[in-house]
């Protein structure tokens, strides 16, 4: 069974420091990994979805990395502001046939820029 | 371009009285749906999913069932809520199984 999880629960740092947020998987046989941010009360909004045979994707100050023979990614956010506060959830979606099968997601990282 | 919506946004409903939870899709056809369940503490845990018009998978077995009676349309029903089943339930939609998985609003619920 997949677990997915994530470190440090929870971050907070001084506004415009670079972070970088840990999410580890148990099996490695995975189709694809996503990082989301939700906002409290909110449901959860897409940043970044890496592909099984990437290594990483770019979104303005998010990078999202993958090693998943080592069953880990990162997601790296420059230059810190405090509208990047949320919490952060990976996610993993587990090699499948020809379903839809839906993600396994981590417990998340609750992230706070102090400005 | 596409939009997902939940309703309601809070339900407060006693232990025993019945559940439904709508969630429709806009701007797409043939999407896969999902039902998800956040708990304090727990994450987020796949309830169930679809790939079309009456095809529902079930992850976990539980008190709660789910419908698609239309393509973009899914809902999520109990017969009797239980006091465990309190949580914020949350709708998504994703056009293949390979692409970004894109969420509703959630619906809080508080059984009591």
């Known amino acids: 069974k997949q677990e997915v999880t994530q470190i440090p629960a929870a971050l907070s740092v001084p506004e415009g420091e670079n972070l970088v947020l840990n999410c580890s998987f148990t099996?490695?046989?995975?189709?694809?990994l996503q990082w989301f941010r939700q906002d409290p009360g909110k449901g959860l909004t897409s940043l970044l979805l890496?592909?099984?045979?990437?290594r990483e994707q770019t979104s303005g100050r998010l990078n999202a990395s993958l090693d998943k023979s080592s069953g880990r990614s990162t997601l790296y956010i420059a230059a810190s502001q405090p509208g990047d506060s949320a919490t952060y959830l990976c996610?993993?979606?587990?090699?499948?046939?020809?379903?839809?099968?839906?993600?396994?997601f981590g417990k998340g990282t609750h992230l706070i820029i102090q400005p | 371009s596409q939009t997902i919506h939940q309703w309601p946004a809070t339900l407060v409903q006693p232990v025993g009285s019945p559940l439904s939870l709508e969630c429709t899709v806009e701007?797409?056809?043939?999407?896969?749906l999902y039902w998800y369940r956040q708990a304090a503490g727990r994450g987020l845990q796949l309830l169930f999913y679809?790939?079309?018009?009456?095809?529902i998978s079930s992850e976990v077995p539980q008190n709660l069932s789910a419908s698609r009676p239309q393509d973009r349309q899914f809902i999520l029903s109990s017969k009797k809520l239980l006091l465990s089943d309190s949580g914020f339930y949350l709708c998504?939609?994703?056009?293949?199984?390979?692409?970004?998985?894109?969420f509703g609003n959630g619906t809080r619920l508080t059984v009591t």
């Open positions: 890496i592909q099984s045979s990437q």
């Open positions: 679809s790939v079309g018009i009456g095809q």
């Open positions: 996610a993993v979606r587990r090699w499948s046939g020809g379903g839809a099968d839906g993600l396994t």
């Open positions: 701007g797409t056809s043939n999407p896969n």
């Open positions: 998504a939609w994703s056009r293949t199984g390979n692409s970004p998985l894109h």
């Open positions: 099996d490695s046989a995975i189709y694809n």
